[in-house]
């Protein structure tokens, strides 16, 4: 079997994560901008992504390479600020994937990173925006002022493998 990861990122938490993925598993890994080959020369698929703005980051990839994937196993991992729940499910249902797609997903949650002083000046005022309007105190305070998740990260991640 000849499986593969594919990874997105923003920010460098999540290529890092797909850096321990590769390094567990020996797949090799490609970042979905600069891959152009045929996909259907893989068995199964491991995707790494992060949840930007409510939304998987690999979204428009993953529509484009639909008629492929469709017939193939894969397992999808998150990295997000909120951790595996309600909110973490609607956020991919809302992704505007096939729901065939979502539901075929093996998905493993993990938690990453965020820097405010790492972030562009529009994602630092959108996140500030965010955050001031957000009800849940914790959630809040994570958009406001970052968080780092990394070193359970590994762990999840090692658990989950
Ligand atoms: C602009 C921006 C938007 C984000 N939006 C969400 C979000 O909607 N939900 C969430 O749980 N985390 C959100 N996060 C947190 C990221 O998922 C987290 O920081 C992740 O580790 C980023 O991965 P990256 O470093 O590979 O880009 C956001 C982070 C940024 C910078």
């Known amino acids: 079997m000849k499986g593969v990861v594919f990874y997105a990122s923003k920010y460098g938490s999540t290529a890092q994560c797909t850096k321990w993925i590769a390094e567990t598993t020996g797949l090799p890994v490609f970042d979905i901008k600069g891959y152009i080959s045929d996909l259907s020369n893989f068995d199964f698929f491991v995707l790494d992504n992060p949840i930007i703005y409510y939304k998987l980051l690999n979204r428009k990839w993953l529509r484009k390479h639909w008629s492929i994937l469709e017939n193939k196993p894969i397992i999808l991992f998150t990295v997000s600020g909120a ?3 309600e909110k973490l499910n609607d956020w991919i249902a809302n992704s505007d994937l096939p729901n065939e797609l979502i539901s075929k997903m093996k998905h493993f949650a993990l938690r990453g990173r965020q ?7 529009y994602d630092r005022i959108m996140l500030k925006i965010g955050g001031l309007k957000n009800p849940d105190p914790i959630a809040r305070k994570e958009e406001l002022y970052g968080f780092d ?6 762990l999840h991640l090692f658990c989950a493998l």
């Open 83 to 85: 951790p595996a729940g």
């Open 149 to 154: 998740y990394m070193d359970n990260l590994v």
């Open 115 to 121: 820097i405010p002083k790492e972030l562009t000046l």
